[in-house]
């Protein structure tokens, strides 16, 4: 499957990039970081990536994950993972990833202690 984001703005500041098919290394993890760079330019810092339709996640899509946690936090936002495949959580957790960005079952769990627009206090 071919790799596609799709964007949902969840209101001032927040968003939630839709992941589908496979990433691996090269230039399919590029395309996430730009993804990322994307949201930051429109000013959307609080953001969470929608795993549900990921269907394989190599070590370097992983680690660009990891980059894009750190982009936006230094952005002053905060990064959240939701709705992970069982075999993509189990990734997550045996990289140790779900102890850097939290991961959750669902969008709007994963949204729910954001701070409201305006804010400076990341998650």
């Not at 339709?53 to 936090?73: E, L, N, Q, Y």
Request: hydrophobic share 40%; charged share 20%; aromatic share 4%.
């Amino acid at each position: 499957m071919i790799l596609q984001f799709l964007r949902h703005e969840l209101g001032p500041g927040v968003a939630a990039l839709e992941i589908k098919g496979n990433v691996h290394c090269g230039p399919e993890c590029l395309r996430l970081e730009r993804e990322v760079d994307a949201l930051l330019k429109d000013h959307l810092t609080y953001v969470v990536f929608d795993l549900k339709s990921v269907t394989h996640m190599d070590s370097a899509a992983i680690g660009a994950i990891v980059r894009c946690h750190s982009k936006i936090k230094n952005a002053g936002g905060a990064l959240r993972l939701a709705s992970a495949q069982p075999m993509i959580a189990h990734s997550l957790q045996i990289t140790k990833v779900d102890r850097i960005i939290k991961v959750f079952p669902t969008i709007p769990e994963a949204t729910e202690d954001f701070p409201p627009s305006g804010s400076s206090n990341p998650a």
